[in-house]
């Protein structure tokens, strides 16, 4: 996007900013230290971010939350096949079993989990067990909900299963692209599930995407070109942009 629109989206003098949660997804030690170090308010934690996020091994997950102090939610995702072919075969259904009986044992704030039907649908069974193991604690539908064929019927089917959030760049490429999907989401969505919007939301678009969308959670991985690590400062910028105030 231009530098104009994120500029409109500050030039309004007087009108109140709404506080936005940051979260920053991460896959290191380092990049969790510098998410809270930049004032991020909550920590996805997974393996392999180059692959889209894949469930945190024990040592990783035991020693970020070590770490830090502020909460961190884990990826739940034994495999990678690109979230548009998110479907669980029989040996995946028992690796998500697994991971969940490790995880629920750790201090988690709560799990990110997702997986679709052939017909481009959610999977309730999939997705019921796991919000069923997951002790009571909120579950974010992930990028997963970006493939599926229908948004609205998709929304809906997330709020009854019961899922906290969705994370979703409004089924486009990056979370901007989508601003008008994410608007609309966020309208039909109202105070029953949350919307987080990810997918390439940089410090210098995202006070924009707020004021586009009227989402209150923005999801980043805050990384500068050819780092593998969260940067500090693009994380402080990001918040500071959306007015977090942790």
Same mark, same amino acid.
């Given at each position: 996007m231009?530098n ?6 500050d030039?309004r003098?007087? @009108?109140?900013? !709404?506080n !936005? #949660? ?15 170090a930049?004032?991020?308010?909550? +920590?996805?934690l #997974?393996s392999?971010?180059? #692959? ?14 070590a770490?830090?102090? $502020? ?9 990678h096949t ?11 259904? $028992?690796l !998500?079993? %697994? ?8 201090p988690f %704030?709560? =799990?990110?989990?997702?997986?679709l039907?052939?017909a481009?649908e959610?999977d309730?069974? %999939? #997705?019921r067990q796991?919000l069923?193991?997951?002790? *009571?604690?909120p ?5 997963? =909900?970006?493939? &599926?064929?229908?948004?609205t019927?998709s929304?809906? %089917?997330?709020i009854?299963l ?7 760049s409004? *089924?486009a490429?990056s979370?901007?692209e ?7 989401l966020?309208?039909a969505?109202g105070?029953? $599930?949350?919307i987080l919007?990810?997918?390439? !939301?940089?410090a @210098? ?7 586009a969308t009227?989402v209150r959670e923005?999801h980043?991985?805050?990384?500068t070109?050819?780092? &593998? ?8 910028a +990001? ?5 977090s105030?942790r």
């Amino acid at each position: 996007m231009s530098n104009d629109s994120a500029t409109d989206a500050d030039s309004r003098p007087g @009108e109140a900013r !709404v506080n !936005v #949660c940051v979260e920053v997804c991460v896959d290191s030690v380092a990049s969790a230290i510098a998410a809270e170090a930049g004032g991020a308010d909550r +920590i996805e934690l #997974c393996s392999e971010l180059r #692959c889209d996020g894949l469930t945190p091994t024990a040592e990783l997950a035991e020693a970020v939350l070590a770490a830090v102090t $502020i909460p961190v939610v884990a990826m739940v995702r034994p495999r990678h096949t690109g979230f548009e072919t998110f479907r669980l075969t029989s040996q995946d259904r $028992i690796l !998500v079993d %697994a991971d969940l009986r490790r995880l629920v044992q750790l201090p988690f %704030a709560g =799990f990110v989990f997702g997986a679709l039907t052939s017909a481009g649908e959610l999977d309730h069974e %999939a #997705c019921r067990q796991v919000l069923e193991q997951a002790s *009571q604690r909120p579950v974010t539908l992930h990028r997963a =909900f970006d493939r &599926t064929a229908n948004p609205t019927h998709s929304l809906e %089917a997330a709020i009854q299963l019961g899922f906290s959030r969705v994370l979703t760049s409004g *089924q486009a490429a990056s979370a901007w692209e989508g601003r008008k999907q994410l608007q609309s989401l966020v309208s039909a969505s109202g105070d029953r $599930i949350t919307i987080l919007a990810g997918g390439g !939301v940089r410090a @210098e678009q995202a006070a924009a995407l707020v004021a586009a969308t009227g989402v209150r959670e923005v999801h980043s991985s805050a990384r500068t070109r050819g780092s &593998t690590v969260a940067s500090r400062t693009e994380v402080a910028a +990001i918040v500071h942009a959306v007015g977090s105030t942790r």
